[in-house]
């Protein structure tokens, strides 16, 4: 009889109510599912909150039919989602199969029922180089070290974190907190701090990590297509798939826009030794099928994006990002120090 009421106590949740299993109710990739990203993160999204040190390497695991994928694996709070970030690309065009164990635990400790089984197939290989693997930084469609600001109002859309600063460094944003991350009208998704409650801290020292890792990856990629292409000046150029290098800083003219053209799997890297800088009212248009989760601007100077201007792709910044008046992207904005917003719209690329 004890033993009963023991085992009852345990699965009453918070609300007095009986606390089920915990449900999986969405994966990404999706089950059967073709075409994911070779750097792409894997995850599902539960139903109930979970126990955040019960998700771990032994119990969410990918595998290719013949080896364990090694990678990083993070609980997502607000959005109640297990993450598994992929250490290394993913091979294209090849089966891979995720799986939950019953290891996997509510917060009041009620374990899955069943084991959770999904598999998905990559997207095949594109012309251009290998993209940059993002790891947990993926997650973020704006992530910052030293400060993020913006002028009211900017539309974003998705996941905004600053570390190793705390949430002090975020200014006009009007924020509203909660345990372990905030939410602003500015901000379609949440907002995450270094100084916010596990286990944000310790996802957001990952996805910094992440990201200078992928900018090294990006800055230490050799032999260019492409150097030094009209002495930095892209405006009204195309530009096909490939790496590019040039050694001083990319501008636009004042009165041209500019053109990424390739297929839906192909691959641009531009490395860029100085600043990066669209000018006023300038864009950058895909072209041919072209995705933004495919464009690496990897800048080792400051990323000016002028007023009212339009941007395309990642930027991985190894100073500075500013968005002028207005100024809007499809991407992400990952940099080592700073990142400025006034009135912009940032909206995360599709995966």
């Known amino acids: 009889m004890v033993a009963i009421i023991v085992i009852a106590i345990a699965l009453i949740g918070c609300d007095g109510g009986i606390e089920n299993p915990p449900e999986v109710v969405s994966t990404y990739p999706s089950n059967g599912s073709t075409g994911a990203a070779l750097n792409g993160i894997i995850t599902a ?33 607000p959005n109640k989602k297990a993450i598994f970030a992929p250490t290394e690309l993913l091979d294209p065009s090849t089966k891979y199969t995720a799986t939950l164990t019953t290891g996997v635990k509510t917060l009041a400790n009620i374990a899955m029922k069943e084991t959770k089984v999904w598999s998905f197939t990559t997207a095949a290989a594109g012309i251009g180089p290998d993209p940059i693997a993002l790891g947990m930084a993926g997650n973020y469609v704006i992530l910052a070290k030293t400060a993020i600001t913006t002028v009211p109002s900017s539309v974003i859309t998705g996941d905004v974190g600053i570390s190793p600063a705390a949430e002090s ?34 996802n957001l020292t990952t996805a910094t990590a992440d990201m200078v890792t992928a900018y090294n990856d990006a800055a230490g990629r050799i ?126 690329p599709t995966l």
């Open 223 to 348: 032999t260019p297509g492409f150097t030094n292409l009209h002495a930095g000046d892209i405006g009204g150029k195309t530009l096909a798939s490939g790496l590019y290098n040039w050694t001083t800083s990319v501008t636009t003219t004042t009165n041209s826009d500019v053109t990424i053209n390739g297929g839906a799997n192909d691959t641009w890297i531009f490395q860029v030794n100085g600043d990066l800088v669209l000018a006023a009212n300038r864009r950058i248009t895909l072209t041919g099928g072209a995705q933004a989760k495919n464009i690496f601007w990897q800048v080792s100077g400051e990323v000016i994006l002028g007023t009212g201007s339009h941007f395309e792709g990642i930027v991985l910044s190894q100073t500075k990002i500013t968005m002028q008046t207005g100024a809007s992207m499809n991407g992400r904005l990952l940099a080592q120090s700073r990142i400025d917003l006034d009135q912009a719209t940032v909206t995360e």
């Open 45 to 77: 999204t539960f139903k109930e909150s979970m126990n955040s040190a019960s998700i771990t390497g032994s119990t969410f695991t990918v595998s290719d039919g013949t080896a364990n994928v090694a990678g990083s694996i993070t609980y997502d709070v």
């Open 169 to 202: 460094y975020m200014e006009g944003f009007s924020q509203t907190d909660a345990t372990g991350y905030a939410t602003s009208t500015q901000v379609i998704g949440h907002i995450f701090a270094a100084d916010m409650a596990p286990p944000t801290n310790t």
